[in-house]
């Protein structure tokens, strides 16, 4: 470090990490991390060859491309639970499927760790529901609350005619 090299403004890591726990606060982080964990020993194990003493000890199965398939498969649902929440219920049910698929094509799940990672994973992507102020407070960038405006809200105008202002409940009478 010379002389001239710029300290880190004080604060700087305080801050990033209260806009990394504001992100990861809006989205089902946790789940998302255990389907990624659990497709890691999925995918790598069929491959592996373990060394015990002298003994080399080969996983290969027929369906290893299987395995490789249902991994990547896991990996991308659970990046999509970080970067896609809306997709929650879809992508945790698909983790879960993929799974109990993993039981009989890729030595009993990645040796059942990766089979419970990813079951656990997509049951808490499935269950995972945004906070009760996460609609009503838009957030900005890196998770920083937006500006809020001065100006009042108006509810927006329900032309459908099914209104319970209006008392009618969508159906229309045939004159």
């Known amino acids: 470090m010379s002389a001239e090299t710029p300290a880190a403004a004080p604060g700087q890591f305080a801050r990033r990490r209260l806009q990394f726990r504001a992100w990861r606060g809006a989205r089902p982080f946790w789940a998302g991390l255990f389907v990624m964990l659990g497709g890691f020993p999925i995918m790598y194990f069929p491959y592996a060859h373990l060394q015990i003493g002298h003994l080399t000890v080969a996983m290969a199965t027929t369906a290893g491309a299987g395995s490789l398939i249902i991994g990547v498969l896991l990996i991308v649902l659970g990046i999509s639970l970080w970067f896609q929440k809306h997709v929650r219920v879809f992508a945790g049910v698909a983790a879960i499927l993929l799974a109990l698929v993993s ?56 032309l459908s005619g099914t209104s319970p202002a209006n008392e009618v409940n969508g159906r229309h009478s045939a004159g």
């Open 103 to 158: 039981i009989p094509v890729s030595n009993f799940g990645g040796f059942v760790i990766g089979f419970l990672l990813s079951m656990v994973g997509g049951a808490m992507g499935i269950a995972w529901t945004p906070g009760p102020g996460a609609k009503a407070e838009e957030s900005g960038r890196y998770g920083v609350p937006a500006p809020r405006s001065e100006e009042p809200v108006t509810a927006p105008m329900d």
